[in-house]
């Protein structure tokens, strides 16, 4: 029934183990929410300044149960949308995460403004970064310090930011380092694991990407070894949101 399922054996089973890893690490708990991009969930101030991008991280921060991280957010230093050769390339950079001593940094692209899922998605990204440096140690992370780039997408929606992650990159025609039907199956996992309620997830994406979801979760409920490997993690290992990294 699912003979070229778009996620290979060898993809599902590094998500089956980053997910353990993320339980283990109390990034994914019993309690962790599916984050929407509602006003329910995010208070930022519509506009396109970068008080706006500072709001949306303090947002993505109180999540993640950091709210009092300070990270500041700036944008990159790129031309203004109208005077780019093709408004809709975004350029290989959306945007980018650095630290030293004294400070950490998010920067983003400002014409992002005009695609808010992919603004949001972005910032979650650039926010796990500094997550992942800052509160586990990256190089023993499953794939190792080289696969940084796709662990850090992945966890995105591990700590249940799945929905932005899937709709922005979406919105954007393409972001980031999964693939959609990679992301659709971390979704898909992250949710049955949860036992949260795939109706309300479906009606929050687009239809694009709702259909790969939907085949998630029917190539997960025909083959549920991972959900009851992830499953039994959060049985074992009982968290909540307060018990994340801070």
């Known amino acids: 029934m699912f003979w070229g ?41 519509g506009g396109s300044t970068p008080d ?17 991280a300070v990270l500041h957010v700036a944008p990159l230093d790129k031309l203004p949308a109208e005077y780019r050769l093709d408004y809709d390339a975004l350029g290989d950079t959306a ?28 910032l979650v990204h650039e926010v796990m970064h500094h997550v992942l440096h800052l509160q586990v140690d990256v190089s023993a992370m499953p794939g190792g310090p080289q696969a940084e780039e796709l662990s850090t997408d992945l966890h995105c929606i591990t700590t249940g930011f799945g929905v932005i992650e899937i709709a922005g990159s ?58 009851d490997l992830v499953r039994a993690a959060l049985t074992s290992s009982p968290g909540n949101a307060a018990g994340r990294p801070a």
Do not use: C
């Open 5 to 45: 399922y778009e996620v290979s054996d060898d993809l599902q089973s590094w998500i089956a183990e980053s997910f353990l890893w993320a339980a283990d690490k109390r990034l994914l708990t019993q309690d962790t929410p599916l984050i929407l991009p509602t006003k329910a969930f995010f208070t930022a101030p």
């Open 52 to 68: 706006t991008a500072q709001a949306l991280v303090a947002d993505i921060l109180r999540h993640l149960n950091m709210a009092d």
């Open 95 to 122: 945007g980018t995460w650095q630290a030293d001593a004294a400070q950490s940094l998010v920067r983003y692209d400002p014409a992002l403004f005009h695609r808010p899922l992919s603004l949001i998605s972005t």
């Open 170 to 227: 979406e919105q954007a025609g393409w972001q980031g380092y999964m693939t959609q039907p990679s992301r659709a199956h971390a979704l898909a996992l992250f949710l049955r694991a949860r036992g949260l309620d795939a109706p309300t997830t479906l009606a929050a994406l687009p239809p694009r990407s709702a259909k790969y979801l939907r085949r998630a979760l029917k190539y997960l409920d025909k083959t549920p070894h991972d959900v």
